[in-house]
């Protein structure tokens, strides 16, 4: 009778109820004002009063039947009395329900029947007989509908319509008449910036075909999306599909888009942790078009696992770097170690961290992992428990012209860091590597090949947990294409591609560092864990849609793939079996050791791109290293 929001999830906050605060966001109990508890519980009780009072004026007068005044008062001392103890162990004027929703009705249900009952037996008690058990039994419903009255009131009194007339507000059309439409269209309304006007619903589900919310009626689907916004004289879409997926994402962009819509977007479901308000409405970013919504992880594997630890990160100023320090630091690790060569690195990673960079922290060290001498003071000084080894050179066409640094920094350096872990008792160590050390084809493919193998050799001669962690291009993280193509805009174009049909695997930083510690977590030495990164996304898809978007004409020029370049790559290797045997989203493959010091000796004085190949396709050797 009232309203459906018991549909919606328990976390979001109740409309009107700006001073409640939810236990566990706040970090305080639930708190209502005693003026609007006592306010409550005294409409309930006039309600049962007023109620009360006119069923007994009617029978007396039509049935003459006579009811003293005492048994009246008994009876009706007796439904307040119960009525009131019932509603308030039941939650109702403790500010746990919307005030006038359905799960706050059915608890008021509850309360009514049980004082109906107690009301039942206090007028067989007085000896009123069978007029006392009528007269309760319709005191109640009369009692309950007044209730609804007074709640349906103060509903209608919160809401807020903005004005047909606002010419500021952008005409807005929602797609998804859902949960996630519900509250934000009731959140609009609310609202008094006045910075959208919600219009009309679409919605695919046929369902919903002839739905209206707040007034606002389903117009369509997907298919209607021009016509609709001309009858509605729209100028933006909100997807307001909190679960929607990257693919639904960018067809529903490019359909509103083509009719000069412009497109907002709703967080994810695992960032609405409260109600929608107009300030979660965002743009649509290439990160919703190319990304997915992060996968869940193991939370309680990966608090064990770094919990009160000792932890050390290398290349901790980088992109990948920076972000495993902020979130391992929400473990409580027992100390966070961030190793760099970059001291500007380090001075961001510690003012995102901190909220200053002072640079006087001892868990901030400066050193470069070719210099192994200076790693195995700091280690045996720093004793980790923990290692996440994320320094290393990653841009491949400067690595095609300097192979030779390839060498020095991602395979010596990372073997200078595997010795030095080996020497203080490191037990787990974390490679981060590459899709492109799958089947490679280049100079950085090779030297992270060779990364893989060196580290399931130090694991199988150590009986350590030591593991690899493979994934493709992370979004956000600097040289990314996505960074390229916002600088290429910025300077007015060309936007440039390597080949028309060139597919990369892309994830968000957050998701990669997420499953990063997650496989750590659960890796068994030597294996290469591979992060499931989705399907891959056609690169001149992204640069068409930024062009699109832009307010100027961008142009598109194809530039060919550069040495070393893949026309597609690859998260498995050729002769690379793979398992899912704990998470579904990582996948342990094998991968052969290598001994680094079994390489020819000749190989350290001149690297060449041909000797790296050659290196990461030597083969295991026949006899397992000794323990």
């Known amino acids: 009778m009232l309203h459906t929001l018991d549909r919606l999830p328990a976390t979001f906050r109740a409309e009107g109820q700006e001073d409640v605060q939810v236990a566990?966001?706040?970090?305080?109990?639930?708190?209502?004002?005693?003026?609007?508890?006592?306010?409550?519980?005294?409409?309930?009780?006039?309600?049962?009063?007023?109620?009360?009072?006119?069923?007994?004026?009617?029978?007396?007068?039509?049935?003459?039947?006579?009811?003293?005044?005492?048994?009246?008062?008994?009876?009706?001392?007796?439904?307040?009395?119960?009525?009131?103890?019932?509603?308030?162990?039941?939650?109702?004027?403790?500010?746990?329900?919307?005030?006038?929703?359905?799960?706050?009705?059915?608890?008021?249900?509850?309360?009514?029947?049980?004082?109906?009952?107690?009301?039942?037996?206090?007028?067989?008690?007085?000896?009123?007989?069978?007029?006392?058990?009528?007269?309760?039994?319709?005191?109640?419903?009369?009692?309950?509908?007044?209730?609804?009255?007074?709640?349906?009131?103060?509903?209608?009194?919160?809401?807020?319509?903005?004005?047909?007339?606002?010419?500021?507000?952008?005409?807005?059309?929602?797609?998804?008449?859902?949960?996630?439409?519900?509250l934000a269209v009731r959140s609009l309304l609310k609202s008094r910036s006045g910075q959208f006007l919600p219009v009309g619903f679409l919605d695919d589900d046929p369902r919903k075909s002839r739905l209206e919310i707040e007034h606002i009626r389903v117009l369509g689907d997907r298919r209607n999306?021009?016509?609709?916004?001309?009858?509605?004289?729209?100028?933006?879409?909100?997807?307001?599909?909190?679960?929607?997926?990257?693919?639904?994402?960018?067809?529903?962009?490019?359909?509103?888009?083509?009719?000069?819509?412009?497109?907002?977007?709703?967080?994810?479901?695992?960032?609405?942790?409260?109600?929608?308000?107009?300030?979660?409405?965002?743009?649509?970013?290439?990160?919703?078009?190319?990304?997915?919504?992060?996968?869940?992880?193991?939370?309680?594997?990966?608090?064990?696992?770094?919990?009160?630890?000792?932890?050390?990160?290398?290349?901790a100023g980088g992109s990948i770097g920076s972000e495993l320090c902020r979130q391992i630091q929400r473990f409580a690790p027992g100390s966070l170690h961030m190793l760099d060569c970059d001291d500007s690195g380090l001075h961001g990673v510690e003012l995102s961290l901190e909220g200053r960079a002072l640079l006087d922290d001892d868990r901030l060290v400066l050193a470069d992992i070719r210099d192994a001498g200076a790693l195995h003071g700091i280690f045996e000084r720093i004793r980790p428990e923990v290692v996440f080894h994320a320094a290393a050179l990653k841009h491949?066409?400067?690595?095609?012209?300097?192979?030779?640094?390839?060498?020095?920094?991602?395979?010596?350096?990372?073997?200078?860091?595997?010795d030095a872990a080996l020497a203080s008792g490191v037990q787990h160590f974390v490679n981060i590597s590459t899709d492109k050390a799958a089947d490679p084809s280049s100079v950085?493919?090779?030297?992270?090949?060779?990364?893989?193998?060196?580290?399931?050799?130090?694991?199988?001669?150590?009986?350590?947990?030591?593991?690899?962690?493979?994934?493709?291009?992370?979004?956000?993280?600097?040289?990314?294409?996505?960074?390229?193509?916002?600088?290429q805009i910025r300077e007015g174009g060309p936007l440039t591609v390597t080949d028309e049909n060139v597919t990369r695997f892309f994830m968000t930083v957050t998701e990669a560092v997420r499953l990063t510690m997650n496989a750590a977590a659960v890796g068994t030495g030597g294996e290469v864990l591979i992060l499931d990164m989705g399907s891959p996304v056609r690169i001149l898809d992204v640069a068409q849609r930024l062009a699109a978007a832009s307010p100027r004409p961008i142009s598109i020029e194809i530039t060919g793939l550069r040495p070393g370049e893949k026309l597609h790559e690859t998260l498995h290797g050729t002769g690379e079996t793979t398992d899912h045997p704990i998470h579904p989203k990582i996948s342990h493959a094998a991968v052969p050791v290598l001994e680094l010091r079994s390489v020819s000796a000749s190989a350290h004085s001149r690297i060449t791109a041909a000797d790296l190949e050659r290196i990461a396709s030597l083969p295991a050797p026949s006899v397992s290293p000794s323990v």
């Open 24 to 182: 566990g966001q706040t970090g305080h109990t639930n708190s209502v004002p005693l003026v609007r508890r006592f306010g409550q519980a005294f409409v309930d009780l006039g309600c049962w009063g007023i109620s009360l009072g006119f069923v007994y004026f009617i029978l007396r007068h039509s049935t003459g039947t006579p009811f003293t005044a005492w048994d009246r008062v008994i009876v009706t001392v007796v439904v307040l009395g119960t009525h009131l103890p019932v509603a308030l162990a039941l939650g109702l004027y403790q500010g746990r329900f919307w005030y006038g929703s359905s799960r706050e009705s059915l608890r008021l249900y509850l309360a009514e029947l049980t004082a109906v009952l107690a009301g039942i037996i206090a007028a067989l008690a007085v000896g009123t007989g069978k007029v006392g058990i009528v007269t309760v039994s319709l005191a109640g419903p009369g009692s309950l509908c007044l209730g609804h009255i007074v709640r349906i009131s103060v509903w209608l009194g919160r809401r807020r319509t903005i004005p047909n007339g606002d010419i500021a507000a952008r005409r807005l059309l929602v797609f998804g008449a859902g949960d996630g439409g519900e």
């Open 225 to 315: 999306v021009a016509e609709v916004a001309r009858l509605v004289d729209a100028d933006a879409m909100l997807i307001a599909i909190p679960s929607a997926t990257s693919d639904t994402i960018r067809e529903l962009t490019a359909v509103a888009q083509a009719v000069g819509l412009e497109v907002f977007v709703l967080p994810g479901v695992d960032e609405l942790l409260g109600a929608v308000s107009p300030g979660d409405i965002r743009p649509v970013t290439e990160a919703d078009l190319l990304g997915r919504h992060p996968v869940d992880i193991d939370i309680d594997v990966i608090a064990a696992f770094l919990s009160g630890r000792r932890v050390l990160v290398t290349g």
């Open 396 to 418: 491949l066409t400067l690595l095609e012209r300097f192979p030779e640094e390839a060498w020095k920094t991602n395979v010596l350096g990372t073997q200078n860091v595997l």
């Open 444 to 487: 950085l493919g090779w030297s992270k090949r060779i990364t893989e193998r060196q580290t399931a050799y130090a694991a199988l001669s150590s009986k350590r947990q030591y593991v690899s962690v493979r994934f493709g291009n992370v979004l956000g993280s600097r040289g990314s294409v996505l960074e390229i193509f916002e600088a």
